[in-house]
């Protein structure tokens, strides 16, 4: 199984600022991905990271807001970009490894996520 | 649209009691189904998948869920609740792109243990 680390686990920002998230997970993935779960709601679907190349965002996201990184196929950064009180959530990222052909034999992994609270 | 519903947002249930969890799901395709736990402080962690075969699926820490496609739910269960199991549950469903990571999860019931 993959382990994956993010950093920060939680921080406190002020309005009109930036963060930075990084995921590192210690094997080589498939697919690495982004989620939000804003207060009392579900996990959403922020965007897929693609190695190499521009994310692929869910509706609802775009890329001036979620810039996201891939350099490589053990590594990929989030950024909040231009924050507000409305960005306060949990980030989460996570990774697929996929062992054969099929989704079927596909293991997905979660890390504990980013505590972001925007002031 | 695609949608995952828990309707409980919170159950209490006492030490040895059963649990059943409810989720059901609106998808267009055939889905990959799944229930994830979240205790304070983890990541989310499998407790089981339902892909095709057997509509019973059996997971990790004595869960089961059930398939039933005419109602569109995969309900978690356990025979006998332990302590240990207080946390949140999160349902989902997933499959576009052929990849589990594309996942439509639920608002989660949060299930408290009474001892």
């Known amino acids: 199984s993959a382990v994956i680390s993010q950093k920060p686990s939680r921080d406190i920002c002020q309005r009109g600022t930036s963060l930075t998230i990084q995921c590192q997970v210690d094997s080589q993935v498939t697919m690495m991905f982004w989620y939000r779960q804003q207060p009392g709601q579900s996990l959403t679907l922020i965007a897929t990271?693609?190695?190499?190349?521009?994310?692929?965002?869910e509706s609802g996201f775009v890329i001036d807001k979620f810039p996201i990184s891939r350099p490589n196929l053990t590594f990929s950064t989030l950024t909040v970009s231009n924050m507000s009180p409305e960005d306060s959530s949990i980030y989460l990222c996570?990774?697929?490894?996929?062992?054969?052909?099929?989704?079927?034999?596909?293991?997905?992994?979660f890390g504990s996520g980013t505590q972001l609270s925007v002031l | 649209a695609q949608s995952v519903t828990q309707p409980d947002i919170h159950i209490t249930v006492s030490e040895g009691a059963s649990l059943e969890l409810r989720c059901n799901y609106s998808?267009?395709?055939?889905?990959?189904l799944f229930w994830y736990v979240q205790s304070p402080g983890q990541g989310l962690q499998l407790l089981l998948k339902y892909f095709s075969g057997d509509t019973l699926v059996q997971g990790i820490k004595g869960f089961e869920a059930e398939f039933k496609r005419s109602q569109s739910s995969f309900n978690l269960r356990k025979p006998s609740v332990h302590w240990s199991d207080a946390a949140e549950y999160f349902c989902?469903?997933?499959?576009?792109?052929?990849?589990?990571?594309?996942?439509?999860f639920g608002k989660g019931t949060k299930l408290s243990v009474k001892p």
């Open positions: 990271a693609n190695q190499g190349s521009e994310a692929t965002y």
């Open positions: 998808y267009g395709a055939t889905p990959y």
């Open positions: 989902a469903v997933g499959g576009k792109g052929g990849s589990q990571g594309n996942l439509i």
């Open positions: 996570s990774a697929s490894a996929r062992t054969g052909r099929y989704a079927t034999n596909e293991k997905l992994f």
